[in-house]
């Protein structure tokens, strides 16, 4: 597929249900980088906030995509499940998703090349007229949530902790930016939404109440975020997969150290105030690559996302899953920094 015809095929996409803002790469640190001829194209999704955003925003602009002789083309979408129907045609090659997707790779339709963080982005909101106090008062109440998303994650959970199902409650599946403007004008009672939109609702409804978020489960299940690849990509361009992993672990690296810079870059290419991309970076954990090396090595990662598993499985998300082993490409992500 040529490069204007992913282009195109994205544009329709979005017509239906995609916030989509494709643009080419324009970073400038040059360096060794190849000739533009030379570079091998890939199409790059990512979501408009700072874990879904910031790797490929410093990879873009410090240049490293190039130097690892990519031209990547991103594009903007506003949650995981859309972009692996993107991969799915054929119209992305890379993607992000946040932990209440990662059931889409566990179901085969797309492979995790690289480890972005752990959350604690996540939360049952509240409406301060609704009459919900805790989460045994959901119970017959409107919650909207993202479908196959971490908010509609968060909300499961929730309401499992305290004997309830989505059986109880009335779900009203939204997009994300849907969900503020229905939790402000008080057309629904309950929500579940990650930072930085739970900013956003509390600055129009201050009163918000916060019934749940990730920390309340950590006994149970990690809430690793991904960085997800095509399964035909992985299968039949390794050394394309292993030059992107080998970007994006620069990436990775240069977040660690200089957070506040990392904050600075993601919120300049999101067109955002930076405050709303610190907001979001202070609920994650970020990790050095050879720390992602380490927990990859031994085992620590597969345990994250077999825990998800087993969650995707009793939620309903699917039937079964595959073991993380099989879908996970942690010799690539450490292959990929042996030049490190």
Not at 238 to 265: C, K, S, Y
Request: net charge negative.
């Amino acid at each position: 597929m040529s490069r204007a015809t992913r282009t195109t095929a994205l544009a329709g996409v979005a017509v239906l249900a995609l916030s989509l803002a494709a643009c080419s790469s324009d970073s400038g640190s040059g360096g060794d980088a190849p000739a533009p001829d030379e570079l091998t194209p890939v199409s790059v999704g990512y979501i408009a906030d700072f874990n879904g955003a910031s790797l490929v925003a410093i990879a873009d602009e410090q240049g490293l995509f190039a130097e690892h002789g990519l031209d990547v083309e991103l594009a903007e979408f506003t949650n995981g499940p859309l972009q692996v129907q993107a991969l799915g045609t054929a119209d992305l090659d890379f993607g992000y998703l946040g932990p209440g997707a990662l059931w889409l790779p566990a179901t085969g339709q797309a492979q995790v090349v690289a480890i972005n963080a752990t959350g604690n982005a996540d939360r049952v909101l509240a409406h301060p007229d609704s009459g919900v106090t805790s989460l045994e008062d959901l119970a017959g109440k409107k919650i909207a949530i993202a479908e196959g998303t971490s908010g509609d994650m968060i909300v499961s959970m929730a309401l499992k902790s305290v004997g309830l199902t989505t059986d109880d409650v009335e779900l009203v599946p939204m997009d994300p930016s849907t969900i503020v403007s229905a939790f402000a004008s008080g057309q629904v009672d309950a929500a579940g939404l990650w930072y930085p939109l739970v900013d956003t609702v509390v600055a129009q409804v201050p009163d918000t109440l916060v019934l749940a978020e990730n920390a309340d489960f950590v006994d149970e299940v990690s809430f690793p975020s991904a960085v997800v690849a095509r399964n035909e990509v992985v299968a039949e361009q390794p050394e394309t997969v292993e030059a992107f992993v080998a970007a994006l672990r620069e990436a990775n690296d240069f977040r660690h150290e200089n957070l506040d810079e990392a904050v600075r870059i993601t919120a300049d290419r999101l067109g955002v105030d930076s405050g709303a991309a610190t907001s979001d970076a202070q609920n994650a954990t970020y990790y050095t690559s050879a720390e992602l090396d380490a927990l990859t090595e031994d085992g620590t990662v597969v345990t994250w996302l077999t825990s998800l598993n087993e969650y995707f499985v009793d939620a309903g998300k699917a039937e079964s899953t595959t073991d993380p082993a099989e879908y996970y490409q942690g010799d690539l992500y450490v292959a990929a920094g042996s030049g490190d």
